[in-house]
């Protein structure tokens, strides 16, 4: 009997079937400033929620009107809901990223742009609660990782106001499981992002990515307003994430909140684009974390 639920508990962790595991709603304000340097932008983003927060801060860095690297740094913490053998549970996990992203304009108007980034990404496992029933104990965990991938990408600007962004992605994913050997995840992927600009202060931001570690979809609709400082942008966003390797399922909708110090994104500098900027090296969907049990 114990033979038979502990391969069901193998088969529900591999196939991840928990029901979505939703997140939100969450509020995001991002500060995008100029510093000290004419060359050099700062970018702070904070985002929280009932079960998720992040500060996530970036230095962006112009070498030269073809030459821009962004540095970031990342922490994540969410309560996801895992699926174990009795029923699922939420526990909150932690997550530390770092990213680093190369671009390349191929002239001052920045009509196209060639990219290359890499992050990693570390999570410590959690202990879950022990579940005694009648006839077998259910040892629970959340296994943590160590990932991290490679990403080179282009960026067009193909009529007035789009923007197509391609990419192909190189992950992997090493899951810290203690109850039997680690589980790996590793491949290629591709993302796509398509922006347009509708009149003079209204965008739509739609991106889709299938990866190794999971596939992850977004849809952002902003409102561009300029003040004296700098420009505000204020807009809502859905964010939907499909686990793999039993990395469970996780949506969030959110409203987002930015502001361009000075107008960062034209005024700080004629060479300045949009896109590297505004965008931090690593913004991770979700904590890389899986549950595991062991029946006893």
Known sequence: MKKIIFALCMLAGTQCLAANSFLGPIARFQLNSPLADENATGIIL????????????????????????????????????YPHVVGNHRKWANQTAGGLKYYYAFDNFHRSLLNIGGWIAHTANVSDSTVV?????????VAGSNAGGVSPGVTLHPWLGGETS????????T??????????????GV????KQQFVHNLQLDLMASSRAIFDNYKA??????????????????YNYTHGKKALPNASVVGLNVRYDINDVNSIRS?????????????????????PEDAIA
């Open 166 to 173: 391609l990419a192909l992605n190189w992950d992997t994913a």
């Open 133 to 141: 029933t009648p006839t077998f104990t259910d040892f629970r965990n």
């Open 175 to 188: 899951y810290t499981t203690k109850f039997a050997p680690h589980v790996q995840a590793e491949g290629f």
């Open 270 to 290: 004629q060479h300045a684009s949009t896109q590297w900027i505004a965008e931090p090296a690593v913004l991770m969907p979700e904590v890389l974390a899986i």
């Open 46 to 81: 904070l985002e929280g929620g009932p079960r998720d927060a992040r500060f996530n801060g970036t230095l962006g860095y112009d070498f030269s009107p073809q030459h821009h690297v962004d540095l970031s740094g990342e922490y994540l913490t969410q309560k996801n809901s």
């Open 191 to 194: 993302t796509g992002n398509y």
């Open 220 to 237: 952002e609709f902003d409102c561009m307003t300029q003040l004296s400082g700098g420009q505000l942008i204020t807009g809502v966003f």
